[in-house]
C-alpha cells in the first residue's frame, strides 16, 4: 500500500492554524473524519490518544506521526497537514513540528500499519522531500511532492 494511495486532497491541509499539540491532533482526526473509512470518529481520537500517552510521536525534524489501530475504521486512514507556524509537540528532539501525518489502522491490520508507518518515515529522512512539502501552497502540492518522492524512493523496493 502507498501513502499516495490513502490520501486525498481532503485529508490534507496547508498553513493549518493550530497552534497546539492538542489542537493539531484533534483538528487533524476532524479532518480524518470525511474519510468513508472512519466508522466512528470519537473512537479514532480516543486511539490516536492512547498511543500518544504512551511516548510522543513526535520524531524530529519538524515532523510527527500520530498513530493508532481501532476497529473503529473499515480500512488504514490518514490524513497530513503543515502547520502554519512551529507547534511545540514534545518531540524526541526537542524541537517543534510542522508537518503532522496522522495515520489509523485497524486491529486486524498490523503489518499494512507497520509497513505504511516506515514508508512514511523514510520519506520524511529525506531533507529535500521535507523541504518541498514545507514550500507547499496547496493540497494538490502536497499530493504530488508525496507520489514523486515516494515513487523516486520506495516504488523500488
Known amino acids: 500500500m502507498k501513502i499516495s494511495e490513502i490520501l486525498s486532497e481532503n485529508l490534507v491541509r496547508v498553513n493549518f492554524p493550530a497552534k497546539t499539540k492538542e489542537d493539531i491532533i484533534n483538528q487533524l482526526v476532524d479532518v480524518l473524519a470525511v474519510s468513508p473509512s472512519v466508522l466512528n470518529k470519537e473512537k479514532v481520537r480516543t486511539a490516536i490518544w492512547e498511543r500518544e500517552k504512551k511516548m510522543s510521536t513526535g520524531v524530529g525534524n519538524a515532523f510527527a506521526?500520530?498513530?493508532?489501530?481501532?476497529?473503529?475504521?473499515?480500512?488504514?486512514?490518514?490524513?497530513?497537514?503543515?502547520?502554519?507556524?512551529?507547534?511545540?509537540?514534545?518531540?524526541?528532539?526537542?524541537?517543534?513540528?510542522?508537518?503532522?501525518?496522522?495515520?489509523?489502522?485497524?486491529?486486524?491490520?498490523?503489518?499494512?500499519?507497520?509497513?505504511l508507518l516506515s514508508r512514511i518515515s523514510r520519506l520524511m529522512s529525506k531533507e529535500e522531500f521535507r523541504h518541498r512539502i514545507l514550500q507547499a501552497t496547496t493540497q494538490q502540492q502536497v499530493l504530488t511532492i508525496f507520489r514523486e518522492t515516494e515513487a523516486l524512493y520506495l516504488d523500488a523496493q
Open 65 to 115: 506521526i500520530p498513530h493508532g489501530k481501532t476497529d473503529s475504521v473499515a480500512t488504514i486512514a490518514a490524513a497530513f497537514a503543515v502547520t502554519e507556524h512551529p507547534i511545540e509537540y514534545d518531540s524526541l528532539d526537542g524541537k517543534p513540528v510542522r508537518m503532522i501525518f496522522l495515520l489509523v489502522g485497524r486491529e486486524d491490520m498490523v503489518g499494512p500499519h507497520i509497513k
